[in-house]
């Protein structure tokens, strides 16, 4: 089945922890993105990259990092530095010739 | 002032209604339109997307746009008590040389059966 899996579902972090969020998809899709949801707030992006070994900031990307080595993955880091974690994040992938957005099942983090 | 402006709810309606779910926006540079549906710690599910304005139908889903008054809509006809989740809009516009997709806060929404 075609999709877009992300892991772990739960993610416990220690007080200065860096964190690595997984993020895979086997829908030959070029974009991916990473969201970060608040309760009453919309989705905010994190980072986004269209191609492979390319990616760019987003709205909110300070305190996090990423890397895009493959065109299926799409790894997001919460540094130390990020100082309000606590949320539900989202991987999302797009393919060129679309405008729509297809999501993961996402992984909620907590701190410890 | 956000760029899209969704109203949280809850709204709660009997099986069987019809459910009305509005957002609208300030930016007349958006051209594609969607909805998702998210149900509680899941990722969003794309219901309907559209580009233009007038309506878009889907089974019991009708997606309406409104470009001149800024404003799109999503119908839910005889309405299930499946259908209780968190209505998300969103929409896309140039920027930077992307796609810059901005969603809304989300509608929850429950049907009683």
């Known amino acids: 089945d075609g999709g877009i899996t992300q892991s772990p579902k739960y993610l416990f972090r220690k007080e200065g922890q860096n964190v690595t969020l997984s993020c895979e998809q086997n829908?030959?899709?070029?974009?991916m993105y990473w969201y970060r949801q608040d309760p009453g707030q919309g989705l905010r992006l994190i980072y986004y990259s269209q191609i492979v070994n390319d990616f760019q900031k987003g709205d909110i990307a300070e305190g996090y990092s990423v890397s895009r080595e493959k065109k299926e993955s799409f790894p997001l880091t919460v540094t130390s530095a990020q100082k309000n974690p606590t949320a539900f994040y989202l991987c999302?992938?797009?393919?060129?010739?679309?405008?729509?957005?297809?999501f993961g099942p996402g992984t909620r983090l907590l701190v410890l | 002032q956000k760029e899209v402006e969704q109203d949280p709810g809850p709204l709660s309606v009997p099986e069987g209604a019809i459910v009305s779910l509005n957002c609208t926006y300030s930016n007349s540079a958006f051209q594609y339109f969607m909805w998702y549906r998210q149900y509680s710690r899941k990722g969003p599910e794309l219901l309907m997307y559209t580009y233009s304005s007038g309506n878009k139908e889907d089974g019991r889903f009708t997606a309406q746009v409104d470009k001149s008054s800024k404003y799109i809509s999503l119908f839910i006809r005889d309405s299930q008590p499946s259908d209780s989740a968190t209505y998300l809009c969103a929409m896309s516009r140039p920027s930077g040389g992307y796609q810059k997709v901005t969603f809304g806060t989300g509608t929850k929404l429950q049907v009683i059966p």
């Open positions: 829908l030959n899709h070029d974009a």
């Open positions: 999302a992938s797009r393919a060129d010739s679309q405008e729509t957005q297809y």
